[in-house]
């Protein structure tokens, strides 16, 4: 470029954001149209100023996204706008007070853009904490079904549990646990038993999985995990459906992923999802959806409707299961086990009734004797094994029995707990 074509430049810069007078222009339009330089550098500056008129209206539609989104794209963006209005000022050393002034609001936007991202981002994080700390009642779904499918859950003072209702299918043990205040009912709808017991030998059970229903105790699992370096959040906003979406994968566990939908309004978890990668691409495993935060629930919900000729077998109002002391949950389950055997083989069906936590005798006997069975003797037992679920021992028993007239050998499989509101008493709670 000639020394001419070099003193041109402020000209040519101006000429491309529109803010040569006139006269100039003319001027100007007339010399570039006879310089080869001048016509290259001028549509430089052009695409240069069309790339900063499309990051300009590129920044205006993800404002939200800037705002709640913590993605690397959010960041790219940003910095190649900037980047392009410095390119402008260090290659040609020159730009107008207007054009100036477009810089510094394109540097002072971005820098608000960006602390409300962060702002948005610790507050969608933090305020579902806190929202979460209101909750005073919910509804749960769980799909697909394979145990816990739907629940109601009604917190008091303090988020104690004041009432909750369970429903579990999908498994062979199908059920219902309803919950108030201290006392539980589980009905064991295939079993036709309708059980009383202390609220805290239910909740006890629970709370190993409450994490797969409850949405502050998923939440503060998930925070816990990116804490400690075992998670990693990506925070999206949604607008148009009104949701914050965090994506969570996990670094000893590449090939799988959860993402919880926040309702943006209310800061409130709506969905867990949970994907597993199968074949290269990401599959939905389950979904936990949350409903009706801290809309009053019926009463109704609250109790239950069993059959009349239901087996009811009340641990509130009697002594449960036989005491074992001084002997560890190992010990005193294989004792029990044998008693168990041993009662059935004398038919004493009230004390057998007493060991399954208080099973009517009547009905433990027709169990036995409607199906053809006599026990005759113990032949072998195992050492107890730790049920998957649930804090019961299992232990396996191989027995002697004439069935329907034929001798023959059979397994059992007893559970066998510990008494919550009662320590140092056992019981079976199944397997028979």
Known sequence: MSKHCEEQLTTLVAYTLGEADPHVARKLEGHVKDCLGCQEKLEELRREEADIQEAFRSLSSRVESVQTSTTISRGRATVSLFARGIKMVTKHRTLSIAS?????FIAGFLGYALTIGTTKEAYAIDYTTRANEAITSYRVRISPVKNLAEAWIEFGPGQTLQRARLEFRGSKNEKTTVISDDKASVWLKKRNVLLLTEASSVVGELETGRHLFDPKVAFD???KLEASGNASIVAKSIPELDVIRLEVTFEEAPDQKQVYEVDSPTKLVKRIRT??????????ESMREFLDYNVPIDSAVFTLDVPDDVVTVDQVNRAVGVPK????????AKELAIEFVEAIIAKNYRQAGVICGGLPADKLKQRFTGAGIEYVRLLSIEEPRAAQQGNALIVLLRVEAIVRGEKVTVDIKPHIKPVEANAGRYYISGGI
């Open 100 to 104: 100036a002034a477009s810089l510094m």
């Open 325 to 332: 002391t001084n002997l560890s949950d190992s010990q005193a």
């Open 275 to 284: 994907f597993g990668k199968m074949d290269g691409e990401w599959k939905q």
């Open 221 to 223: 699992r998930l925070q």
